[in-house]
């Protein structure tokens, strides 16, 4: 006597699915235990590229938004000021610190940005580079471990005032330059007599000045004592342990 999948013959009957014999799950070969092939390596490796490539790219993005920003309100300021030039010296200054507001969105995305492009370096310098020269030597020693740790650990490579001082140099210190040409010029030829100043009996007129070289001041100190940014691939990977600040888990 048969059993019901089966017929006379033991074939299974059409439409039946098959038996298998339960899993020995102990004889399955694990993952961690079989050796990765080099073309597997090279397409894994192939494939994290591209995404960190893409991480990079996409902050890049947030960093030219943050400079649209800033030029845009400062072309809105300036225009302001040009109408209605009785509130020049308000607006002008207004203009000064809501552009530090700007440059300290942009830094903390520069960090991020930076994180990104420190792996992406690291790759194309000692992986893909040496592709390209059929060079199986790669510059540095144990890369691959660093950006693994790297990897999952997330650190900043620069601190929130050298990332600062990037974006200043790099776009910010145009559009400040271009405020206080603005504001001298208004100092010294005044279009109207300015209201601020009429309207508050008690301030002394060289306020304003004062507040405007403070800031400057500012801006002209951070530019000259804050250590510059180094290439990822020159200063970024120097301690294998720990190579910079830890990424907050929230801003991940």
Known sequence: MTDGTFD????????????FPPLDEDKVPQFEDTPLSRSEYIAALAHFYRAE????????????????????????ILTASLNNPGYATESIILGMFANVVFLAIEARRFRFFDV???????????????IL??????????????????????????TLLQAFRARLVRNFRFIFLFLL????GHR?????????????????????DLVVVMLYLFLLGIMIFTPRVE??????????????????????
Not at 55 to 73: E, K, P
């Open 133 to 158: 020269r059929r060079d199986q030597a790669s510059p540095q020693d144990g890369w691959g471990p660093r950006v693994a740790d790297d990897l999952l650990r997330p650190r900043f490579h620069m």
């Open 116 to 130: 990104w492009r420190a792996r992406v370096r690291m790759m194309e310098e000692n992986f893909y580079g040496g």
């Open 53 to 76: 490539m893409h991480r990079a790219l996409v902050w890049r993005t947030r960093l030219d938004t943050t400079t649209n920003w800033a030029i845009v309100a400062t072309l809105a």
């Open 231 to 252: 290439a990822p691939e020159v200063a970024y990977w120097p301690n294998p342990a720990h190579s910079g600040e830890d990424v907050p888990n929230l801003d991940v």
């Open 188 to 208: 010294a030829l005044p279009l109207a007599p300015d209201k601020i100043l009429e309207g508050v009996a008690a301030m002394p007129h060289w306020i304003p």
């Open 8 to 19: 006379d013959e033991g074939q299974p009957l059409a439409g039946t699915p098959p038996e």
């Open 181 to 184: 040409i603005a504001y001298i």
